[in-house]
Structure formats: C-alpha cells, structure tokens
C-alpha cells in the first residue's frame, strides 16, 4: 500500500498545505505547488499518466515528487532516471516511524 499519509504528514510538517485524496496530490507552499505521488515501489510507476506523459510538466506541476517506502526508493529513482522526465522530481524515503530521506536525481546511488 502507498504510504500516502506518511507523505502528507510530511509535507504539512514542512509548511505546505495539502489537498486531494489518495496516493496523489498536490501541496502547496508560497510561490511552490508540488504533485505528490505516494508509491509501494518502482513497478507503481508503470502506466502512470507520470511517466506516459514522457514528463511534460505542465503549467501548474514543474515540481514532482513521489514518496515510497525506504526499501524501494533506489527502484523508484532508477525507473525516474531511466525516463528522464523534464520536471524537477524527488524521491522521499519513508520507514514508517516519521523519519525520511530525500533523494535528488543527482544524488549517487
């Protein structure tokens, strides 16, 4: 299952305000407005509109970030890479207990 209340806590913890139902939506801080995807692992990904769309950002989400459990967030970042989206995109690895790890595109592996 998408830890998807894991990744609204943390956006809220961060100062963002969040909307939307379920494993997608959006949060919202200042200048900012993020699309949030929440993902059991890698294989989520596959025939996401996030992906298919061949990562054309869109006006209102040039920022994009998917949260998954800690143990798949090295298969989630290597399928991103492997598309190679033209959004700016993270990915958020979460344990369950309220810690996490951020993961940029850049960062090794």
Known sequence: MPPSEDARAIFRRLGYSVSGDGPEFVAERKWRTVRVTA???GDDLHGRRVLADGGAPSADYQFRCFVAPKSATGDVRN??????????????????????DVH???ASS
């Not at 598309?83 to 309220?98: H, K, L, N, R």
């Open 39 to 41: 993902v059991s692992d």
């Open 104 to 106: 940029l595109p850049e």
């Open 79 to 100: 399928r991103l890479r492997s598309v190679d989206p033209t959004y700016e995109w993270a990915v958020i690895g979460v344990d369950g207990g309220g810690q996490y």
